[in-house]
Every structure is written in structure tokens, then in C-alpha cells.
């Protein structure tokens, strides 16, 4: 049988104006999920980039095969690649503009289609949501997916105003929503709001020291309208305030900070309280001045939020906190220098934590300054730490490519126009997204002493999500988002 049904769904507008932009450089859409991860993916394997015929296109098909070919080890040439791939990067994760989308869902024959795309039954079948496939409690799938015969087929189906209902050649009944149908075919573009946790991004410079992000203190958990507006104001502007915090006590900070999410441990401890007294060879530990940079390059990892709360400074001075708003200097440096950009988002970086008797902590590979997600593109981290830097995974006489493009980006992020200094007073706990916003202090003396912790990544956006996009639409998106 066969039916067919009009719908609307929310698509991005910018992923179609993308797709047309890809089209009119000679790109095959198709390829794209490739662009994202060339120079290091491309050790081993030919590159998969696709072309349609335009001559401009074939030149630069050629010139990555010869690349290939002419060097001794397989490294293709980042140089030669960023120009024509800087553009397939996107500097931010903003929630994408949601337009609507007309799709027309149908069954001929044996295929569900949507739009002009065929929906392949095994996948349908193994994302039955009925009870007997997913348990309602735990949420994970029952179904053993490899029962589902290859060759599974549609007995007979129903397109309704809300969904589609199937029943299957081997007796299952399955029913699919419309939007979670008109999603999935919305690859890759629908897929990433929910499940990244996106939000309108609100990126910023030193001009935000005249209004910072902030919230009062409460009891934990004694106001959920509390934790959700501290949670938009992290994801917006990757940093908040909680301000008038008790500090006579700092297990009022570990209690606050442990309302969020649980904090994690590491070689410095769990919940921290340092003063400049080496009790870790770290020289965070010491009065030096500290550049802008993230924590725990040398984490696979690094920590997702980095809270501090300065609880006191007596008998000196200096000591302020810098903060620089990562995702925008790199939207300044895809502006100002694409290439660059593309560099700092391919060549990967290791680094290490070697100070401390018995470690020298090291990733299993090295990430790169500016990490994306390979199918949507979006920037997702930023791993900046020159102190911890180690080796950088391109060959020797290549290096100085990297060093380029790293000091056009280390000349934006040290413009005084980027950099938000503020000295930190006791009551004021400062919590960062450390994939986002770096941080550094000035030099100081006397005695000054903070206290704070690291937060996973996964677990403050999981509380993001459930706050903002709630529960049921982050289920929901599971096989789709
Ligand atoms: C925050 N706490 C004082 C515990 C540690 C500071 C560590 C700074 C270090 N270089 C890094 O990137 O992790
Ligand atoms: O002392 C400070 O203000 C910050 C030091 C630092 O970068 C850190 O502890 O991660
Ligand atoms: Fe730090």
C-alpha cells in the first residue's frame, strides 16, 4: 500500500545555504562528512573527498593525490588543504536558526520514504520504541539487532496525521512520530542542536567586565530556576559569577559546585584549595604570572567547567583573573585567516603533566587547538596550554606551518580588546567552561589562597540538556540527534 502526507519541520537555514555554498565550490555534499577530519585521518588512507566535475575541483583533487604521492611518509600538505577546506569549519555551536521544512513521508512498496530519501527498513526496525524493544525504565535497547533479518520487510503500513505505524514481515508493529521520522532525514544538520546541547551563543570581549554574567547565591538545590539560569548563562557566555557565597567555610563553595554535577578527581585532588606553596609542581601553584589558557591539555578529556573561589589575598597585591572568550577569538581567526584557522583545526597537539613525582600524564593522541565535530562541523573545544604543550604530530620540517597559524591566534587572544581582567574577591565564585573561555591571572605577591574544582564535561551539559531542551525531546532525539 502507499499513502503520502504533507509536514512541516523546523530545519537550519544556514545548513542549506551551506549546502549550496559547498555545491558552488565544485564539492559533492556527500563528501563532506570527510572534510572535517583530513590531514591525520589521511595517514593511512586515500583521501574521500568527492568532486563533481568542475574543473576547479579536479585541480584540487590532484593536487591532494600528488601530494600523497610525493611525500615519503603520507602526510598530505595541511598548507595546501586548508585554503579549500577552512570553509567547511564552522567557528561556533550556536543553536542554528530553525526554518520550516516541508517533507512529504510515504511508503512505496517495501520503502518508507521522506522527501526524496529512502528510509532503510533495518533502521527502522531497530529504532522500534515499543516496550519490547526499548526497556521503559533503563532506556536501553532490548531488541538484539542482528536478529533483525537483512532483508526485513514492511507487511503492511499506515501513514496517520501523527506517524507512521508499521508492521513488519516478521510480525513486529512499530509506530515512528512524523518529526522523528522528517529528523533523521535531516542528516546532519537537525542532528546536533539536542545533542550537543546548543544554545544561542553569546560571545564576548573585555567589554563584558561592565556586566558580567552573574547570579546570587542560594542554598543549593533550594531553587530550580537557580540552577537552570546558571546553566543558560554557561552555555551563552561560557562563564558565571555566583556571587555573596559564604567563604568562611569552603565546603559551602564544594557544595555549591557539587549541586551542578559530582566534581572530579585528579592528581591535584578533588574539590581544591591552593595557595603559591608548590604543594603541587604545577605552576599554578607559585605567584607567576599564568597566561591564557585551558586546564588539562594533558587529559584525552580535559575537565568540562573549572570553578574558582578566591577566599582570601592578604599581605600583597596582584593576583587578577583573565578571562578570553576562546569561541570568539576563534571566529575572529576564521575571520581574519581561514587557512590558519584550518590548520589549528587539523595538526594535533600533545602536551603533558609531568610535575609531580611518579606521573607524567599524557593523552592517548594528540588533539588539536580547535576541536569540531566531523560531521556537523561545529567547533566544539579549545585546547590551549603553552606551558603543558609537548610534541605536535607533524613532521619536523613541516612545524613551523603550526607555529604560523598559532601565532596569529595567540596575537588575537592576547589583544587587550579580548582579554576581561577581574579581580577576584572573596563571596564571588567565578565558574568557567574550560572548552570555551580561557583563563590566567597576573603575578602576585602575599599570601593568596582559592579553592574550586573540575566538573566532566558530559555531566554539566547532561544537566544542561535536561534543564533547557528537557527529558522527553532529549530521548526523543536519541536515534536521530
Ligand atoms: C586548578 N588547580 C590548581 C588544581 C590546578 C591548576 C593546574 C594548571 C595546569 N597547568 C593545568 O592545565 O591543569
Ligand atoms: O591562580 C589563579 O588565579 C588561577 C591558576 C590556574 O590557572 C589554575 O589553577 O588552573
Ligand atoms: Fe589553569
Not at 593525490?65 to 567557528?91: C, Q, W
Not at 587578577?320 to 589549528?344: E, I, N, R, W
Request: glycine share 6%; hydrophobic share 35%.
Amino acid at each position: 500500500m502507499s499513502s503520502t502526507r504533507s509536514l512541516l519541520l523546523k530545519l537550519p537555514t544556514r545548513s542549506l545555504l551551506r549546502f549550496r555554498c559547498l555545491r558552488g565550490m565544485g564539492l559533492n555534499p556527500s563528501g563532506y562528512g570527510v572534510l572535517m577530519f583530513p590531514s591525520q585521518a589521511w595517514l593511512l588512507t586515500r583521501p574521500k573527498v568527492r568532486f563533481n566535475s568542475s574543473s576547479a575541483a579536479l585541480k584540487h583533487q590532484s593536487e591532494i593525490r600528488d601530494h600523497g604521492k610525493a611525500s615519503p611518509i603520507g602526510f598530505n600538505s595541511v598548507r595546501s588543504m586548508s585554503t579549500l577546506e577552512s570553509s567547511a569549519y564552522k567557528s561556533s555551536n550556536d543553536e542554528e536558526r530553525l526554518e520550516p521544512l516541508r517533507g512529504e513521508i510515504k511508503v512505496r512498496g517495501n520503502v518508507v520514504q521522506v522527501g526524496d530519501k529512502r528510509v532503510p527498513n533495518v533502521w527502522l526496525r531497530d529504532n522500534c520504541q515499543c516496550a519490547s524493544c526499548v526497556h521503559t525504565d533503563t532506556k536501553q535497547r532490548l531488541l538484539d539487532t542482528f536478529t533483525i533479518p537483512r532483508d526485513i520487510s514492511i507487511q503492511s503500513s499506515k501513514v496517520q496525521a501523527k506517524g507512521l505505524d508499521i508492521e513488519w514481515n516478521d510480525g513486529h508493529k512499530s509506530s515512528y512520530k512524523n518529526d522523528f521520522l522528517l529528523r533523521a532525514c535531516s542528516y546532519p544538520e537537525q542532528r546536533s542542536i539536542v545533542r550537543q546541547g546548543s544554545a544561542k551563543l553569546i560571545k564576548w570581549d573585555a567589554s563584558i567586565a561592565s556586566d558580567p554574567p552573574r547570579l546570587q547565591y542560594q542554598e543549593p538545590g533550594s531553587n530550580p530556576d537557580f540552577d537552570k539560569e546558571l546553566m543558560r548563562r554557561l552555555r551563552q557566555y561560557g562563564f558565571c559569577y555566583i556571587d555573596s557565597t559564604p567563604f568562611t567555610d569552603p565546603n559551602t563553595t564544594k557544595t555549591l559546585l557539587e549541586s551542578i554535577a559530582f566534581i572530579r578527581p585528579t592528581h591535584y585532588g578533588g574539590f581544591y584549595d591552593f595557595t603559591a606553596d608548590l604543594a603541587s609542581a604545577d605552576t599554578a601553584y607559585t605567584n607567576i604570572a599564568l597566561e591564557a589558557h585551558t586546564d588539562n591539555t594533558y587529559f584525552s578529556d580535559p575537565a568540562g567547567l573549572q570553578a574558582f573561589h578566591l577566599l582570601s589575598h592578604t599581605d600583597g597585591s596582584g593576583g587578577a583573573s583573565l578571562l578570553v572568550d576562546g569561541f570568539k577569538v576563534a571566529q575572529d581567526l576564521h575571520a581574519q585567516d581561514p587557512a590558519a584557522y584550518a590548520t589549528l583545526a587539523q595538526v594535533n597537539v600533545n602536551c603533558h603533566a609531568s610535575g609531580n613525582d611518579g606521573i607524567s600524564i599524557q593523552p592517548y593522541r594528540g588533539f588539536p587547538v580547535l576541536q569540531h565535530d566531523p560531521t556537523t562541523r561545529h567547533l566544539l573545544q579549545v585546547r590551549w596550554n603553552s606551558s603543558d604543550r609537548a610534541s605536535i604530530d607533524l613532521p619536523l620540517p613541516r612545524v613551523d606551518e603550526w607555529y604560523d597559524a598559532a601565532r596569529k591566534w595567540d596575537a588575537l587572544l592576547k589583544k587587550s580588546e579580548n582579554e576581561y581582567w577581574e579581580q577576584l574577591t572573596p563571596g564571588r565564585v567565578l565558574v568557567f567552561d574550560n572548552w570555551r573561555v580561557m583563563h590566567g591571572r597576573s603575578a602576585f605577591t602575599g599570601k593568596r589562597r582559592i579553592c574550586g574544582a573540575y566538573i566532566n564535561r558530559d555531566d554539566w551539559i547532561s544537566k544542561y540538556k535536561m534543564l533547557h531542551h528537557g527529558r522527553e525531546t532529549v530521548l526523543d532525539h536519541l536515534a536521530t540527534g
